[in-house]
């Protein structure tokens, strides 16, 4: 194989470049901030084509050859530049779509206009995953036409919804999506000041589960003593999800414990914005009931309002559960499980009808080998000497897997441009921009160091 030729830009000449590119990288992320690209049903799908049309100008403006690609659901954007002789080859991913903004008298501030408070940018997707977008590109802008190894940006356009044809797409373009090394830039550093590469993430399983007890609502006077109502139902069913401790009480879930870190509840409260009085539930260090335990919650309830409830026994009702799963779990295998538990478990002979929404593998990734020491390397420096910490992540990423499975020769690394006050999916997301800085100079410096270690290799 020939040797790479391409110089590579000394570690002081790539901090020169990231902080002369960060003004413009974030204006460009303020620019698709104010894009309210979600892909969720019920939303403005053209927004989401505006989102494509404004990453992949980015994109070309770095000198890659790009194009927008769907296959059957939102658009993502692939944009390649092929390697310098000898040189490995980086697939950068990133997602352009955003979460829905929920309650706005709950934002701060508009959540589609940028704005600067105490060092953070607020608004919807400023970390959640357009920051995730700018690194790239900063990294990209920094080496300009001295880019040190080959490079395709993979950027997706219904992430939070599912990312239903991420499969077909990679299946799809597989060609020219392989590379050496697959940088994900969706994750979350330890805390601010500490970086982190994620090396676990729990899998997911979204389903609705409805209980009916009546064919129609009735006087709950007349009624009311002998007949269940479905809300009343629905609350009890959903109370033997747990047991009394809090650790979900779903036969057949997989869990463990062996979390590399441990997170002090002090810090671990203020950061979950826990009221005064709250008490954590489940067992077990708090590492291990986030990253390597099942966790369930109740996302939502259909009945009527309060302000409009009538006196009548409510003839149904219907929850949206969402189970993450631990590494090591099947979601089919929990989804049965779970069936199974709300159907035994039906009070006063209910009907429960239970649906299924979504599911994702967890995955775990083994972080060794020189493309991971070239990326703890790059994060050290970043942050002057602080060593990155590997993480597990309560949340799910569930296409790592079908990465894993589709490129099994890559060396995976999950990086993070959040942390742990950036509230993403909730009110008021931000992203810390003293954190930004340092991720955009990781990342070109994780370029730089890829490309020495698949040097080395040769």
């Known amino acids: 194989m020939p040797v790479m030729t391409t110089p590579i830009l000394s570690e002081s000449e790539v901090r020169a470049a990231v902080e002369r590119e960060l003004p413009g990288v974030r204006a460009d992320l303020e620019r698709l901030v104010r894009i309210p690209g979600i892909a969720f049903e019920g939303f403005d799908h053209s927004h989401v084509e505006r989102s494509a049309?404004?990453?992949?100008?980015?994109?070309?403006?770095?000198?890659?050859?790009?194009?927008?690609?769907?296959?059957?659901?939102?658009?993502?954007?692939?944009?390649?530049?092929?390697?310098?002789?000898?040189?490995?080859?980086?697939?950068?991913?990133a997602h352009h779509d955003v979460q829905p903004v929920g309650d706005l008298t709950l934002w701060e501030s508009d959540p589609f206009e940028p704005v600067e408070r105490d060092g953070r940018l607020y608004g919807r997707g400023?970390?959640?995953?357009?920051?995730?977008?700018?690194?790239?590109?900063?990294?990209?802008?920094?080496?300009?036409d001295q880019l040190p190894v080959g490079v395709v940006l993979f950027i997706e356009g219904e992430e939070e919804y599912g990312s239903d044809s991420l499969e077909r797409l990679l299946a799809e373009h597989r060609e020219e999506l392989a590379s050496d090394v697959i940088v994900i830039a969706d994750s979350t550093n330890w805390d601010v000041g500490v970086p982190a590469l994620t090396t676990s993430l729990r899998g997911i399983v979204n389903c609705f589960v409805e209980v009916r007890t009546l064919d129609h609502a009735v006087?709950?006077?007349?009624?009311?003593?002998?007949?269940?109502?479905a809300l009343t139902?629905?609350?009890?069913?959903?109370?033997?999800?747990?047991?009394?401790?809090?650790?979900?009480?779903v036969d057949g879930l997989v869990g463990?414990?062996?979390?590399?870190?441990d997170y002090p509840e002090d810090r671990f409260r203020a950061e979950a914005g826990l009221v005064e009085g709250a008490e954590l539930?489940?067992?077990?260090?708090?590492?291990?009931?986030?990253?390597?335990?099942p966790a369930l919650a109740v996302l939502g309830i259909d009945a009527p309002a309060t302000a409009e409830a009538p006196n009548a026994l409510v003839p149904s009702a219907k929850a949206k559960l969402s189970v993450r799963l631990a590494p090591g779990d099947d979601p089919k295998k929990a989804y049965a499980a779970l069936t199974?538990?709300?159907?035994?478990?039906a009070p006063w002979g209910a009907r429960v009808t239970v649906?299924?929404?979504?599911?994702?593998?967890?995955?775990?990734?083994?972080?060794?080998?020189?493309?991971?020491?070239?990326?703890r390397t790059a994060f050290k420096r970043a942050w002057e000497g602080t060593d990155p910490v590997d993480i597990g992540v309560g949340g799910s990423i569930p296409f790592i897997a079908t990465f894993q499975e589709m490129f099994p020769e890559a060396a995976i690394l999950v990086t993070g441009v959040e942390d742990p006050h950036a509230r993403a999916h909730g009110p008021n997301e931000s992203l810390h921009l003293g954190e930004f800085a340092r991720v955009c100079l990781a990342e070109a410096l994780l370029l730089a160091k890829v490309a020495e270690a698949g040097a080395r290799s040769e």
């Open 53 to 93: 049309e404004a990453v992949a100008e980015l994109l070309r403006g770095c000198g890659l050859d790009t194009k927008i690609v769907r296959s059957g659901g939102q658009p993502a954007v692939i944009g390649t530049k092929p390697a310098p002789p000898g040189a490995p080859t980086v697939l950068m991913y």
């Open 126 to 144: 400023a970390a959640d995953d357009k920051a995730g977008i700018m690194a790239h590109v900063a990294a990209l802008r920094a080496f300009g």
């Open 219 to 229: 006087h709950s006077g007349m009624f009311g003593g002998a007949v269940p109502d």
């Open 233 to 249: 139902a629905l609350v009890k069913l959903l109370a033997t999800l747990h047991d009394d401790a809090g650790d979900v009480a």
């Open 256 to 261: 463990r414990e062996g979390a590399s870190v």
């Open 281 to 293: 539930f489940g067992t077990g260090r708090i590492t291990d009931r986030l990253w390597t335990k």
């Open 340 to 345: 199974t538990h709300l159907e035994k478990h």
């Open 355 to 375: 649906t299924f929404e979504h599911d994702g593998f967890p995955c775990v990734i083994d972080a060794t080998g020189p493309m991971f020491a070239a990326a």
